[in-house]
């Protein structure tokens, strides 16, 4: 059985709220009583992509699990690449890609980002690189994808209209790897499961926040952001006959 924990949305801000409400999730995944296979963390890690908030990732995302992370549209290449993987100074401006290959899986991470704005688009890089990751794995090895942004519409017209777009060029993609499992994403605020090219397509919720969807909404649109529902938490699980399963946890929070 492998097991994969996924969480998204950490917004760092160097201020109390984000930084407990991270802590106390990563210190759930921490205490478990199992060693989990990988702990995902689908982007926007930092809410302004200043050094000072990846340093704070760096040591609050630190795990006795393996840990991936991905930027999202809050983020910034330069700053990531410095700040969570040690590149240095004299960073490369090119989509953060990333593959872990572990017992059983392997767990492809794209980055969605695009400098400057929010909405999404996995560069020609990145879809060349991941059609050689797919390509190299053996057939009866699960890969599972994952980036921030969805590459479909949730039904919710804040995220939706800053999603992933150029999405039939992934999906031209998956038709050729039929081990490609899954896709995991964020940017949603918001736990989902939907389906893109004829694959699961799950969406982690949100740790700083949850979106409000539309029909919850009383107050106008500028009351999409719930702050008070608690940080939570995706399990994928991989069973030995290949079947996906996904379980939701939400988590107390100090703050």
């Known amino acids: 059985m492998i097991v994969i924990a996924h969480l998204s ?3 760092l801000d160097g201020g109390p709220r984000a930084a407990d409400r991270t802590r106390a999730v990563m210190e759930y ?3 478990l009583p199992y060693d989990l296979d990988a702990v995902l963390v689908s982007g926007d890690i930092a809410d302004h992509a200043a050094p000072a908030e990846y340093e704070e990732a760096a040591k609050l995302l630190a795990s006795r699990h393996p840990v991936v ?3 999202g549209n809050h983020d910034e290449r330069a700053a990531f690449r410095q700040g ?5 100074t004299d960073v490369s401006a090119a989509p953060v890609d990333q593959v872990l290959r572990g017992n059983g899986f392997v767990l492809a991470v794209c980055d969605s980002s695009v400098p400057g704005e929010h909405h999404g688009l996995l560069e020609e890089s990145t879809v060349a690189w991941l059609d050689g990751v797919l390509s190299d794995t053996p ?3 699960p890969v599972l994808v994952a980036f921030h942004h969805p590459p479909v519409p949730l039904h919710t017209p804040y995220v939706d209209g800053i999603r992933q777009f150029g999405e039939e060029r992934l999906a031209a993609l998956t038709e050729r790897h039929p081990h ?3 896709f995991l994403c964020g940017h949603a605020h918001t736990a989902a499961a939907t389906t893109f090219a004829g694959h699961p397509l799950l969406v982690a919720p ?3 926040s949850t979106l409000r969807l539309p029909w919850e909404i009383q107050a106008g649109p500028d009351h999409h ?9 995706a399990f994928h699980v991989l069973g030995e006959d290949g079947r996906l399963t996904t379980h939701y946890r939400v988590v107390v929070a100090r703050r």
């Open 139 to 141: 057939r009866d090895t």
């Open 180 to 182: 490609l499992t899954a």
């Open 29 to 31: 995944l921490d205490a």
């Open 69 to 71: 992370v991905c930027p």
């Open 9 to 11: 949305d950490i917004h």
């Open 225 to 233: 952001v719930h702050l008070d529902e608690p940080p939570a938490v």
């Open 206 to 208: 949100g740790v700083v």
């Open 84 to 88: 969570l993987l040690g590149e240095g």
